[in-house]
């Protein structure tokens, strides 16, 4: 199974922040590389799919990057809404693995 | 318009079997590029990845639980059933579903989720 590390775990940032959270994968995934956002109680949202492509309906402060084993999610100007937990996922094989997910929280 | 919607029982005892039905509609899985996922997140922790059956029937399941688990399709009811056998607490987790789209190799659209708790 592919590993895959998030980091940070949990972050503190303000509105209007520019915020990165990093994922790196055990072995070269290509670009299949996904991320998703999942706020309290709720299932989970597609933000980002093969590392770069923005999901449709997706606001556009949201952007991915990143190819073989280091990825980045970037989110421009950190919104109120964006206060969640973002969950990166690669699918270059199965059994398809997730991150431990990174926190985003006001500061 | 996706959605899909997970059934099934809020609590089972130790070693009984598991079956969640997965509903869906606004797509086929009879469709070429489209399949079933499903996840698990246990209370407060992360996301974890189960199974996922695809158009053409093919199947695939996490290393750690493939013993435990069967996936099949009822594609004229848009129906997915997964099974867990052997359950256990720390099998105690809402479980989703969700569609694969495998064309880009994403899982695009998740159902709402269902708490499933194991306890005697």
């Known amino acids: 199974d592919i590993q895959m590390t998030q980091s940070p775990s949990s972050l503190s940032a303000s509105v209007g922040d520019r915020v990165t959270i990093t994922c790196r994968a055990g072995?070269?995934?290509?670009?299949?590389l996904n991320w998703y956002q999942q706020k309290p109680g709720k299932a989970p949202k597609l933000l980002i799919y093969?590392?770069?492509s923005l999901q449709s309906g997706v606001p556009s402060r949201f952007s991915g990057s990143g190819s073989g084993t280091d990825f980045t999610l970037t989110i421009s100007s950190l919104q109120p809404e964006d206060f969640a937990t973002y969950y990166c996922?690669?699918?270059?094989?199965?059994?398809?693995?997730f991150g431990q997910g990174t926190k985003v929280e006001i500061k | 318009q996706v959605t899909l919607r997970e059934s099934g029982p809020a609590l089972v005892k130790p070693t009984q079997t598991l079956t969640l039905t997965c509903i869906f509609s606004?797509?086929?899985?009879?469709?070429?590029?489209?399949?079933v996922t499903w996840i698990r997140q246990p209370p407060g922790k992360a996301l974890e990845w189960l199974a996922r059956?695809?158009?053409?029937?093919?199947?695939y399941y996490s290393t750690s639980l493939e013993t435990r688990l069967t996936i099949s399709k009822d594609t004229s009811r848009n129906q997915v059933v997964l099974t867990m056998t052997n359950m256990d607490p720390v099998d105690t987790a809402t479980y989703y579903c969700?569609?694969?789209?495998?064309?880009?190799?994403?899982?695009?659209?998740w159902g709402q989720g269902t708490l499933v708790t194991v306890s005697s």
């Open positions: 969700a569609r694969a789209w495998i064309a880009v190799a994403t899982i695009d659209y």
């Open positions: 996922q690669q699918s270059y094989s199965t059994p398809r693995t």
């Open positions: 059956i695809d158009w053409d029937d093919d199947k």
């Open positions: 093969t590392a770069s």
């Open positions: 072995q070269s995934i290509s670009s299949y």
């Open positions: 606004g797509f086929s899985l009879s469709t070429s590029g489209m399949g």
